[in-house]
């Protein structure tokens, strides 16, 4: 087994050491190559590429991807983010009919769909939301679908069309705990993204929502925070290590223990969350067929 430690700009001068358990597998292999092949040919963007995730070898040698629609430019700054901040181009409408073609071809058993933040659009993206789940269905009807979804800035309306598609998972992610959201999210309300979920779990989907540790919260405030996510209908919550991802984001505070990941899964459960994915490694999407 080949093995890369993961990429940290913690300081511009300095390589700090990772923990042991924070090593991931080198992306080789023949459907490794063969899904990065189709993610180049139909021009698709993945959160897997953007957001610098440390599991991409793992995934995409099992032949799966989490797509990101709606460009690769977000008009959000959060400060823990890879994706790319600025003014977004003009969505392509054909990139639905793109992703559910890859999908189809790369013989996806459960797809994961996110995007990045379209606040600059009166629906938020919601068609494209739609319109993607929709016709991965008609395709690949026999597909699960996940599908991250960003804030809306309370837009209801923008969040009921992109959840009406027929998808069976929608997920949104919190990110961090109550304290640390104007450093971490400083566009977003901790109270809203809690009400979106709700309002989410009100029109009877299944709700996901995700935390990073290693800012600096306590152990506290992720109880805190799960007793939140639990009261406002979430489902299933994934809890994996922040990784600073260049040196002009947030620094991390901590490398959380392997240990203290297993404590938060085992609390998550005792208070009443359905499944909870909790580890260092672990990210939003990373083995999201396992919450269905």
Known sequence: MVELPIADSSTPT????KPDWLRVKLPIGPEY???????????????CQSGNCPNMGECWGAGTATFMILGNTCTRSCSFCAVKTGRPNEYDEDEPRRVAEAIELMQVKHAVIT????????????????????????RTPQTTIETLIPDTRGNWEALARMIEGGQEVVSHNMETVKRLYRKVRPQAKYDRSLE???RTKDAGMRTKSGI???????????????DD???HGCDVLTIGQYLQPTKLHL??????????????????????????????????????????
Do not use: C
């Open 251 to 292: 620094e991390v505070a901590e490398f959380v223990t392997p240990e203290q990941f297993a404590d938060y899964k085992a609390v998550g459960l005792e208070k009443g969350l359905n499944f909870v994915e909790s580890g260092p490694l672990v990210r939003s999407s990373y083995h999201a067929e396992r919450h269905l």
């Open 33 to 47: 190559k063969r899904v990065r092949k189709l993610v180049d040919e139909y021009k698709l963007n993945t959160i």
């Open 14 to 17: 300095t390589r700090t050491r």
């Open 115 to 138: 995007s990045v933040n379209r606040d600059e659009l009166k629906d938020r993206g919601a068609e494209i939301w739609y319109e993607t789940v929709r016709q991965v269905k008609e």
């Open 196 to 198: 979106q979920i709700q």
């Open 229 to 231: 996510l639990i009261a």
């Open 212 to 226: 990073m540790v290693g800012l600096g919260e306590t152990p506290e405030e992720v109880y805190e925070i799960m």
